[in-house]
Nanobody
Framework: QVQLVESGGGLVQPGGSLKLSCVAS????????MSWYRQAPGKGRELVAT????????TYSDSVKGRFTISRDNAKNTVYLFMNSLKLEDTAVYYCRTDWNKITSWGQGTQVTVSS
């Protein structure tokens, strides 16, 4: 079955950087677009970034554009989210997602806390 496992979260000061990873299994990773979402306390889940199956096309929410970069390594079945210039409002649980075979699957999430 589809499995997504995120890692890389942690506590970071404002202006700092983090790299999140999501390792996928149970489907043909190179044929699936992937997305990163986040959910802050008391808020709904928000789309952060997407990447096409071969990594040619990427999209970003306005709130992270210019600060975050999504990428993937299809040989490692892994999608990444590089986060720079982190702000307090980036604090959230970050999830990766696939819609393989039109079925939405989520990882368990990784906590990112931006605090001084």
């Amino acid at each position: 079955q589809v499995q997504l496992v995120e890692s890389g979260g942690g506590l970071v000061q404002p202006g700092g950087s983090l790299k999140l990873s999501c390792v996928a299994s149970g489907f043909t990773f190179s044929r699936s677009a992937m997305s990163w979402y986040r959910q802050a306390p008391g808020k709904g889940r928000e789309l952060v970034a997407t990447i096409s199956n071969l990594g040619v096309r990427t999209t970003y929410s306005d709130s992270v554009k210019g600060r975050f970069t999504i990428s993937r390594d299809n040989a490692k079945n892994t999608v990444y989210l590089f986060m720079n210039s982190l702000k307090l409002e980036d604090t959230a649980v970050y999830y990766c997602r696939t819609d393989w075979n039109k079925i939405t699957s989520w990882g368990q999430g990784t906590q990112v806390t931006v605090s001084s």
